[in-house]
Structure formats: structure tokens, C-alpha cells
């Protein structure tokens, strides 16, 4: 299952849009085919209209077929790596309810396409009396759209 919304720019009637997901967390095939029918979708989308995906891949970032399908035949682009200003380097984002990991497995992504410029994106460290609010770390980006014809 995809959620996703369309938004539409108040001053500049520019549309773009955000998915959501989670893929299977055990079964590979099953995260390749999720990955296969998600990429066709976007596929249909207006060409050039900014789309953001972010998702539990349940697959580390640059280690899976899923990242491939998605970066490589979907043409979608890793936030964390084309952030110009700031990432945080080395925290995996699953923690299970446990420390915190600095090994860079970030199994969270936001990836996106279309005429922007990442400023910086974070995976979310935050714990209130030593717990995390959920067993995975939320990753967050800040975006410019830009205008497309400006570009």
C-alpha cells in the first residue's frame, strides 16, 4: 500500500507530490516487486512535477536491489546524499527499541525528484527519559523547490 497526496503551490499553482510506505521486512521478492509496481506508479506521474517517497525500505540504502530499482530506473534521488549543507553521517535508522547504532544503516529514506535543492537531511536522535518514540529514528530534509523553468 501507497498513501500519497498532491499538493498545489497557493502562489504558484505548481503541483508536487509525497508517497508514503513500508516494504515487507522479511521477504526480499516481496520488497523487489513493492519496489517494481511503486516505481511504474511514479512512472505515470507529470514528468518533472517534484515527488517525494519516503519509506521503511526494511533494506539498507545502496545495498538492495530496492535502492536500485528506485534510484537507477525510477531516477529518484537520495536526500541523505545529495543534502549540500548537512547530514547526520553515521546513525542507522532501526533501533529496535535499543541504543542507539553508528554504523550508517539507515534502512529509512526520503528520496525525490524534480528541481530542488536539499539543504540538509537528519535522522532524529530525540529519547524522553531514555526511550525512543518508536523503533525507528525519524528522518527529516529540508527542501527549496525551485522553479523549473528557472533552472
Known amino acids: ?4 497526496a498532491k499538493f498545489r503551490g497557493r502562489t504558484t ?10 516494504l ?7 520488497r523487489e516487486k513493492s519496489a517494481e509496481m511503486i516505481r511504474q506508479r511514479i512512472g505515470l506521474m507529470p514528468p518533472g512535477a ?14 538492495n536491489r530496492v535502492y536500485e530499482v528506485f534510484t537507477r530506473d525510477a531516477g529518484l534521488t537520495h536526500t541523505w546524499f545529495t543534502a549540500y549543507e ?9 533501533t529496535g527499541f535499543g541504543p542507539l547504532l553508528r554504523e ?11 528541481a530542488m535543492d ?3 537531511t537528519d535522522a532524529v536522535t530525540f529519547q524522553q527519559g531514555g526511550r ?20
Open 104 to 114: 550508517g544503516k539507515r534502512i529509512d529514506w526520503i528520496l525525490a525528484r524534480g
Open 13 to 22: 499553482g505548481r503541483e508536487s507530490y509525497f508517497w508514503n510506505t513500508h
Open 1 to 4: 500500500m501507497v498513501t500519497w
Open 50 to 63: 517534484p515527488l517525494f517517497l519516503v519509506c521503511d525500505f526494511s533494506s539498507v540504502a545502496r545495498e
Open 86 to 94: 548537512r547530514r547526520s553521517q553515521d546513525a542507522s535508522s532501526f
Open 118 to 120: 536539499v539543504r540538509a
Open 132 to 151: 525512543w518514540p518508536s523503533d525507528h529514528l525519524p528522518i527529516m530534509t529540508w527542501v527549496t523547490l525551485r522553479d523549473p523553468s528557472k533552472t
Open 24 to 30: 515487507d521486512h522479511a521477504v526480499q521478492f516481496a
